[in-house]
């Protein structure tokens, strides 16, 4: 289990010289935000029974993450899934039954808590790969479970990812700068976040 110094800090996923993330590289395409559906958890459910099923004791844990897990929060419409197994870097025993249901290798940060991202073939869902004694997932839950229940800064989120998504989109640019649009905003949230928490930032 990660510290509580490495939850309430950020640390740099840049990759080392010379190395890069991507599987699959990004392109440029349209990011559309759209109103909260009401589905959204039960796509999660049914991606959720579908990855125990295939992958068994090797789920240490799974949860639903990023923006389509808080109700009533504007979103793209791709599923977040945070998934934890004993070590990612192992992917031999985990990769191949996703690959079978359909997704698709796309990032791989070994340096970033060994990290891999993996696609649904038709980009509905971004399943997050990560060892037990990674910090993020512990973060993704403070920040969802946050703007689960503070309506203001839920509002402040959707503010900032609707003008994230239109500068992006006007300007022809990856997720990749989508996300750094938002980052500050994000990290402001973080904050306030460890701190109803109950946890001292880093």
């Given at each position: 289990?990660?510290t509580?110094?490495?939850i309430?800090?950020?640390?740099?996923?840049?990759?080392p010289?010379g190395?890069?993330?991507?599987?699959?590289?990004?392109?440029?395409?349209p990011?559309?935000?759209v109103?909260?559906d009401?589905?959204?958890p039960m796509?999660y459910?049914?991606?959720e029974s579908?990855?125990?099923?295939?992958l068994?004791?090797?789920?240490l844990?799974?949860?639903?993450?990023?923006?389509?897990?808080v109700?009533?929060?504007?979103?793209k419409?791709?599923?977040?899934i945070?998934?934890?197994?004993?070590?990612?870097?192992?992917?031999?025993?985990?990769?191949?039954?996703?690959?079978?249901?359909?997704?698709?290798l796309?990032?791989?940060?070994?340096w970033?808590?060994e990290h891999?991202c993996?696609?649904?073939?038709?980009r509905?869902?971004?399943?997050?790969?990560?060892?037990?004694?990674?910090?993020?997932?512990?973060?993704?839950r403070?920040f969802?479970d946050?703007?689960?229940?503070n309506t203001?800064?839920?509002?402040?989120?959707?503010?900032a990812?609707?003008?994230?998504a239109?500068a992006?989109?006007?300007r022809?640019?990856?997720?990749m700068?989508?996300?750094?649009?938002?980052?500050s905003?994000?990290r402001?949230?973080?904050?306030r976040a460890?701190?109803?928490?109950g946890l001292?930032?880093?």
């Amino acid at each position: 289990m990660p510290t509580l110094h490495d939850i309430t800090t950020f640390f740099d996923d840049t990759p080392p010289h010379g190395k890069s993330p991507w599987v699959v590289p990004p392109s440029p395409r349209p990011i559309d935000i759209v109103e909260y559906d009401e589905t959204w958890p039960m796509q999660y459910a049914e991606r959720e029974s579908q990855i125990r099923h295939s992958l068994g004791a090797l789920v240490l844990d799974i949860f639903h993450a990023g923006s389509t897990s808080v109700p009533g929060l504007p979103a793209k419409p791709v599923i977040d899934i945070e998934l934890i197994v004993a070590d990612p870097s192992h992917e031999a025993l985990w990769l191949t039954p996703l690959v079978d249901l359909g997704y698709i290798l796309t990032v791989r940060e070994p340096w970033w808590f060994e990290h891999r991202c993996l696609t649904a073939s038709d980009r509905s869902v971004n399943l997050h790969v990560f060892g037990p004694d990674s910090p993020e997932p512990w973060k993704q839950r403070i920040f969802r479970d946050h703007l689960r229940h503070n309506t203001n800064d839920r509002m402040l989120y959707a503010d900032a990812k609707r003008a994230a998504a239109l500068a992006a989109t006007d300007r022809g640019e990856t997720m990749m700068e989508y996300n750094r649009r938002k980052q500050s905003v994000i990290r402001d949230i973080y904050t306030r976040a460890f701190i109803a928490a109950g946890l001292t930032p880093g």
